[in-house]
Nanobody
Framework: QVQLVESGGGLVQAGGSLRLSCAASGSTFSTYTMGWFRQAPGKEREFVAA????????DYVDSVKGRFTGSRDNAKNTVYLQMNSLKPEDTAVYYC???????????????????WGQGTQVTVSS
């Protein structure tokens, strides 16, 4: 069992930055592929980023490539999402997720992740 708690959301102007954190419980954190998803009002939840076990490899949806960076610190059981050059269309509730297994590339659907956080709101004003 893994429990995930996100933090770091808030209100920011377009062009600004935020760093989301997701703290995980459990001693096997390093064996989970971690993902970030988001859900905007009236829209389905969508994949944002996946981070491999070591944090050395990542996968991003095209709309955030070059702006968002996913990372993790396995010693702290924490995964991060650094978001730069934010746009109003990035406004959403952001969720972190943990999935068993090493595959991270192409792991972009909700059913491929086993545990979810409660979400943190990110609002980008124009």
């Amino acid at each position: 069992q893994v429990q995930l708690v996100e933090s770091g959301g808030g209100l920011v102007q377009a062009g600004g930055s935020l760093r989301l954190s997701c703290a995980a419980s459990g001693s096997t954190f390093s064996t989970y592929t971690m993902g970030w998803f988001r859900q905007a009002p009236g829209k389905e939840r969508e994949f944002v980023a996946a981070i491999s076990w070591s944090g050395g490899s990542t996968d991003y949806v095209d709309s955030v490539k070059g702006r968002f960076t996913g990372s993790r610190d396995n010693a702290k059981n924490t995964v991060y999402l650094q978001m730069n050059s934010l746009k109003p269309e990035d406004t959403a509730v952001y969720y972190c997720a943990a999935g068993r297994g090493a595959r991270y590339l192409g792991r972009r659907t909700e059913y491929e992740y086993n545990y979810w956080g409660q979400g943190t709101q990110v609002t980008v004003s124009s």
